[in-house]
């Protein structure tokens, strides 16, 4: 399968713990994307990768939200001391460069905190 | 927030109808996109709009560039029950804060 890769699909944890997801993008894509998902909306724009720099965050993304890429292929979001407005769809999409905008997403991970 | 108003909101058609719908920015983009989701998945990309006033076909798809640069819309012919999901637009003005709309619902009747 060479397409975009999330683990786990679902995540169900209590209200302050610490969640971390994993994306794994196509393997030639240098570009990767992290949204964020709720119900009846359409993505929201978290962050974004070139290679392993991260190049743009959104004001969505909180203190408690950190995301890696450290060699430039697979990365991580991970969520500090979880809230229930986090509960979300997270989803991942990975692009080339040189055309970025046609992304190609990930089938997400679902995200419920109780 | 949302900056893209997509509608309809939900479309219930039968069988072998044809479908419209659109999208409206407040602001120019220089890119829109369209996306189909299903339940539990993400987004699959359809079509992308790269110039304004662009027509652009993918088998029963297809979606236009407005000339305004503030509007998309998308047709599909002859539906199929496959055609369930929801439909995303999406746009960008040269950035990488890519826009969704908040989606077309749509139900095919067989």
């Known amino acids: 399968d060479t397409g975009v890769s999330q683990n786990p699909r679902h995540k169900i944890t209590k209200r302050g713990q610490n969640v971390t997801f994993r994306c794994d993008p196509i393997?030639?894509?240098?570009?990767l994307y992290w949204y964020r998902q709720t119900l009846g909306q359409g993505p929201e724009f978290l962050t974004y990768?070139?290679?392993?720099?991260?190049?743009?965050k959104s004001r969505l993304l909180s203190d408690r939200f950190s995301a890696e890429r450290p060699k430039g292929s697979f990365s991580t979001l991970e969520i500090q001391r979880t809230e229930q407005g986090d509960s979300a769809m997270y989803l991942c999409?990975?692009?080339?460069?040189?055309?970025?905008?046609?992304?190609?997403f990930g089938p997400g991970t679902r995200l419920t905190v109780t | 927030g949302q900056q893209l108003n997509q509608s309809p909101q939900s479309m219930f058609i039968q069988e072998g109808e044809d479908v419209s719908m659109n999208c409206t920015s407040s602001?120019?983009?220089?890119?829109w996109l369209w996306y189909k989701q299903d339940p539990g998945e993400g987004p699959v990309l359809l079509i992308a709009l790269y110039k304004a006033g662009e027509l652009t076909s993918n088998g029963r798809l297809t979606a236009q560039f407005g000339i305004t640069r503030k509007d998309s819309f998308l047709n599909i012919s002859a539906s199929i029950p496959s055609d369930v999901g929801i439909y995303f637009c999406?746009?960008?003005?040269?950035?990488?804060?890519?826009?969704f709309g908040a989606g077309t619902r749509l139900t095919v009747k067989p």
């Open positions: 999406a746009g960008s003005y040269n950035n990488n804060d890519m826009r």
């Open positions: 999409a990975s692009s080339l460069s040189v055309s970025h905008y046609e992304q190609y």
């Open positions: 990768f070139q290679n392993e720099a991260q190049l743009e």
């Open positions: 393997s030639e894509h240098n570009r």
């Open positions: 602001s120019i983009f220089n890119t």
